[in-house]
């Protein structure tokens, strides 16, 4: 089985909360982006998080959004075995060092794991050295609560990013 290779982490020294998802999809990695499955949630709830358009801009235009808003994205697996995009198939996974990455971002005030996969795997790596939000899953697998559900969830993200005038 081939191993599957996550992303470079989205960041600069501005960002305030750092989403970390557990590895990418299969269609995500298809075409190298973060959360490109069109059926993913991520850039619909983040539009209501950030109240700014996200889904209708060019990806690098997505990133550049959240960068300027203080949001940064990575993974905690850097690799993994997987077949499909299932986190309940991930095998023998590889962690990236978030520890190393969050000594890095000087205004960081919460990560937030995107689904049950990050926030178990992340917890471990990320400790007690900072806030942490367990968020439900942006995926499409993720059946169990609906958008607005998700969307309550996630707006609590407001809490630590600055206001737009600040």
Known sequence: MTR???FPAIVDANIRVLILGS?????SLAVQQY???PRNAFWRLMEGVLDTP?????????????LSRGVGLWDVIAQA??????DAAIRDPAANDLAALIDTLPNLRAVAFNGGTAAKLGGRLVGERIATLALPSSS???????????????NG???FLPTRAG
């Open 4 to 6: 599957k290779a996550g």
């Open 23 to 27: 590895l990418p999809g299969e269609a």
């Open 35 to 37: 959360y490109g499955n």
């Open 54 to 66: 996200l889904v209708r801009l060019t990806y690098e235009d997505r990133l550049a959004a959240l």
């Open 81 to 86: 075995e997987r077949p499909g995009s299932l």
């Open 140 to 154: 499409p697998a993720h059946a169990a609560r609906s958008f607005a559900q998700k969307a309550e969830l996630w």
């Open 157 to 159: 993200l407001r809490a």
